[in-house]
T-cell receptor, first 114, second 114 residues
Framework: DAKTTQPTSMDCAEGRAANLPCNHSTISGNEYVYWYRQIHSQGPQYIIHGLKNNETNEMASLIITEDRKSSTLILPHATLRDTAVYYCIVRVAGYGGATNKLIFGTGTLLAVQP | NAGVTQTPKFQVLKTGQSMTLQCAQDMNHEYMSWYRQDPGMGLRLIHYSVGAGITDQGEVPNGYNVSRSTTEDFPLRLLSAAPSQTSVYFC?????????????FGQGTRLTVV
């Protein structure tokens, strides 16, 4: 699986959009980009994933560059409850249990400020 | 639907003792896995299973055993606890044969070995 690079920490004002970048310059054509977050040592929580196209769900939006070498997770209106460590993970697509392995890096600590 | 349940939530062991961390899921997921998280670090994969009767090693398997006799349960055994195994342990499950689906995590077991 390709390696990802994320900033160690970021700040965001409450109510503003939080934009979390991720670099995955060695990503392969069959690898998806996944985002998880971990709030205060709880179990990680799935946020969103995508392959090529931009994706949006009720939690966030995922913007993937055309060359797929980087992506940005957007939380449109950050709240204090969004303070967490955000993990960007690249994972091989396909079927079968071995492809379900998630390899975590150290992530980005997002601190939402009042 | 309880999701992924881990027991116990907290445990203190003496060096050399053995114990089993329990993990159960009620979503009929094929894929289950165990991670450990040390302070300030991301999660590291210990063992995983792609279905009942099938297990494999992850990044840091030494000192741990697993078995998968049912779809629902995936216990993690510490054979002879060492202080280096002090960590927070997370169990996760997901659909194994459906490719790109989200993983669900338990709330963790905080283990201290003295």
């Amino acid at each position: 699986d390709a390696k990802t690079t994320q900033p160690t920490s970021m700040d965001c004002a409450e109510g503003r959009a939080a934009n979390l970048p991720c670099n995955h310059s060695t990503i392969s054509g069959n690898e998806y980009v996944y985002w998880y977050r971990q709030i205060h040592s709880q179990g990680p929580q799935y946020i969103i994933h995508g392959l090529k196209n931009n994706e949006t769900n009720e939690m966030a939006s995922l913007i993937i560059t055309e060359d797929r070498k980087s992506s940005t997770l957007i939380l449109p209106h950050a709240t204090l409850r969004d303070t967490a460590v955000y993990y960007c993970i690249v994972r091989v697509a396909g079927y079968g249990g071995a492809t379900n392995k998630l390899i975590f890096g150290t992530g980005t600590l997002l601190a939402v400020q009042p | 639907n309880a999701g992924v349940t881990q027991t116990p939530k907290f445990q203190v062991l003496k060096t050399g003792q053995s114990m089993t961390l329990q993990c159960a899921q009620d979503m009929n997921h094929e894929y289950m896995s165990w991670y450990r998280q040390d302070p300030g670090m991301g999660l590291r994969l210990i063992h995983y299973s792609v279905g009942a009767g099938i297990t494999d090693q992850g990044e840091v398997p030494n000192g741990y055993n697993v078995s998968r006799s049912t779809t629902e349960d995936f216990p993690l055994r510490l054979l002879s606890a060492a202080p280096s195994q002090t960590s927070v342990y997370f169990c996760a499950s997901s659909w194994g044969s459906r490719g790109n689906t989200e993983a669900f995590f338990g709330q963790g077991t905080r283990l201290t070995v003295v």
